[in-house]
T-cell receptor, first 112, second 114 residues
Framework: LAKTTQPISMDSYEGQEVNITCSHN???????ITWYQQFPSQGPRFIIQ???TKVTNEVASLFIPADRKSSTLSLPRVSLSDTAVYYC?????????????FGKGTRLSVIA | ETGVTQTPRHLVMGMTNKKSLKCEQH?????MYWYKQSAKKPLELMFV???????ENNSVPSRFSPECPNSSHLFLHLHTLQPEDSALYLC?????????????FGQGTRLTVV
């Protein structure tokens, strides 16, 4: 199971772009990189997933370099409602042998 | 609405009580999970069921007893809990061998042991 390392916390002002980087040096060939968002007292919510290069959806972008040993979640123009904990997970849950293990995540605080 | 429903949303129980948490998923998934999240701490994976069979038990005390009668339902039976067991208990589901590539979580049950 690939271990991930993320910053414990980040602060940002409203309207700025936020980039959260996750290191996963031991990522396996079949592993996907998935990011979840969690608000207080709620379950985590899927944000974005990728395998390589760049993925973009209506919420965020995910940048993955060629060696796949890290990834960067990019949140454009954050607002106060983006204050949450963001988790980076590496694995392939479809395989059934990679339980969903969450690390400490990155606590993002957006300031007005 | 994520397709994963947990009941009750809030539960207060004494240390000598027996209660059960329920999780139901309407997504056709075949894997279900229980997590515990104490205040301002990371999610702790407790149990995993794939195809109704328990595949993970992360050294959880026996006062927590899971049950998975079918692939859509997951229970967590609680008895003789301790105050430190007070936490948010989250259920999740996913699809093993094809299908969705992400997990879906319920809203959680906020448990307080008094």
């Amino acid at each position: 199971l690939a271990k991930t390392t993320q910053p414990i916390s980040m602060d940002s002002y409203e309207g700025q772009e936020v980039n959260i980087t996750c290191s996963h040096n031991n990522i396996a060939t079949n592993d996907y990189i998935t990011w979840y968002q969690q608000f207080p007292s709620q379950g985590p919510r899927f944000i974005i997933q990728g395998y390589k290069t760049k993925v973009t959806n209506e919420v965020a972008s995910l940048f993955i370099p060629a060696d796949r040993k890290s990834s960067t979640l990019s949140l454009p123009r954050v607002s106060l409602s983006d204050t949450a904990v963001y988790y980076c997970l590496v694995g392939d849950i479809r395989a059934g042998n990679t339980p969903l293990v969450f690390g400490k995540g990155t606590r993002l605080s957006v300031i007005a | 609405e994520t397709g994963v429903t947990q009941t009750p949303r809030h539960l207060v129980m004494g240390m000598t009580n027996k209660k059960s948490l329920k999780c139901e998923q309407h997504l056709g998934h075949n894997a279900m999970y229980w997590y515990k999240q104490s205040a301002k701490k990371p999610l702790e994976l407790m149990f995993v069921y794939n195809f109704k069979e328990q595949t993970e038990n992360n050294s959880v005390p026996s006062r927590f007893s899971p049950e998975c009668p079918n692939s859509s339902h997951l229970f967590l039976h609680l008895h003789t809990l301790q105050p430190e067991d007070s936490a948010l208990y989250l259920c999740a589901s996913s699809q093993v061998q094809g299908g969705d590539t992400e997990a879906f979580f319920g809203q959680g049950t906020r448990l307080t042991v008094v």
